[in-house]
């Protein structure tokens, strides 16, 4: 009780941080959300006011994240990893709510710095499709961490480049020299103690350019990387990256690129 009464003060008369702030804020939204996390541990300090559409609407995207992130490695799957009774709720969700989300499945060897194999495994490649879903849950997730750093709002104008992280693009040279810049980061707080294992980011605003980067890892075994530019001045730099959002208040965050069709944060169109 004491604890819905904190988050109810915390967004009295607030706007909602998601869509453009123009919406006044009736639920609490958590960034990242409670989903990614083991036996009921989240990060303190990121509960964020946010309207009921913003909130209710992606929790198919959520478990999607949360299912790929907490599965194994980056894009592989333990044979040996025995799933927890929360990972297999979130399959069942992610069964229910998308088209098969993996490519490719093949055998692979996971090996040591030294060469010798200590495992096996399936190396799983997305589908483009759970690639723009995943996508579009990381935009929502730079909105929020942008404005814990900053308690300003991102209005309509910003526009928010999102790069999926696996280790199927940890050799980007761009996104590399990015995180060497970005220093040493921000790590999840459980109960006074850091869990570095579940969440972790790094985070830097210029503020001549006002552009800002956001590089997040969850479990160790993925994440993404945001590229925020304030006022849309910097095309050249967005370009960069595989996805583009904006938010207003009638849609929300939302894709501008690729230009095609897609489900937005409200969850995905069932066929």
């Not at 009921?40 to 913003?54: H, L, T």
């Not at 590399?176 to 810049?181: P, Q, T």
């Not at 904006?246 to 169109?269: C, M, W």
């Amino acid at each position: 009780m004491a604890r819905g009464s904190a988050h109810r003060r915390m967004r009295e008369g607030k706007p909602c941080i998601l869509c453009g702030g123009n919406r006044l804020s009736e639920d609490t939204e958590h960034a990242p959300p409670k989903s990614l996390f083991h036996d009921k541990q989240r990060p303190q300090g990121y509960e964020f006011p946010s309207c009921k559409r913003c909130n209710k609407g992606p929790a198919p995207l959520d478990a999607l994240a949360a299912f790929i992130f907490m599965s194994g490695r980056t894009e592989a799957l333990l044979k040996t990893a025995a799933f927890t009774e929360h990972q297999m709720n979130l399959a069942r969700t992610v069964a229910r709510n998308f088209r098969p989300i993996f490519a490719k499945v093949e055998n692979a060897d996971i090996k040591s710095e030294s060469g010798f194999i200590i495992a096996g495994a399936k190396l799983l490649e997305l589908t483009p499709e759970a690639s723009k879903h995943l996508a579009t849950w990381s935009a929502k997730q730079a909105y929020a961490y942008w404005y814990h750093h900053t308690k300003q709002i991102l209005s309509k104008d910003a526009v928010v480049g999102i790069d999926i992280l696996t280790k199927c693009n940890e050799d980007d040279d761009f996104a590399n020299e990015v995180a060497r810049l970005l220093g040493p980061g921000h790590s999840m707080v459980h109960a006074k103690k850091p869990v570095d294992d579940q969440f972790f980011y790094r985070f830097v605003r210029d503020e001549v350019t006002e552009v800002s980067f956001v590089q997040a890892v969850y479990h160790k075994n993925g994440g993404f990387f945001a590229i925020i530019d304030e006022k849309n001045h910097h095309p050249e730099v967005l370009e960069k990256t595989a996805h583009r959002f904006q938010t207003s208040d009638n849609k929300g965050i939302h894709r501008i690129f690729p230009k095609e069709r897609s489900a937005v944060l409200y969850g995905p169109r069932k066929s």
